[in-house]
């Protein structure tokens, strides 16, 4: 399975696991594994919208160059998906959906 391909059910119940680390979470392998699910997702959404702007095709969404995405906010979003679609829906797939709720295009 590549980076961001992790269901938000395995994604919500691997961090679920480490709440109680708190902040420690991250340095710990499953944690560092999260971090590289949500990067790897961004790096392929920015990716796709890169190549979507450079050929003159209207993107998804209209994100700024840079932004920030807090751990509680992308948990939200991940527990806003009804249980019963959690397996069936992607980190990748998960995080195009945040950056189109966040970052709507101009009408």
Known sequence: MAPGDMSV???L??????????????ATPQGNQLKGEVVAAGKRYKTRIDADR??????????????????DQWLAHL????????RTVSV?????????KRYPCPA
Do not use: I, Q, W
């Not at 450079?54 to 751990?71: E, I, Q, V």
């Not at 990748?92 to 189109?100: C, G, I, Q, V, Y």
């Open 79 to 86: 527990r806003s998906y009804p249980a019963a679609v959690r």
């Open 92 to 100: 990748n797939a998960a995080f195009e959906s945040l950056m189109k």
């Open 54 to 71: 450079r050929a003159g095709r209207k993107t998804t969404s209209c994100p700024p160059d840079s932004g920030t995405l807090t751990p």
């Open 9 to 11: 059910a395995a994604f």
């Open 13 to 26: 119940s691997r961090a679920d696991a480490l709440a109680p680390l708190g902040p420690l979470a991250l």
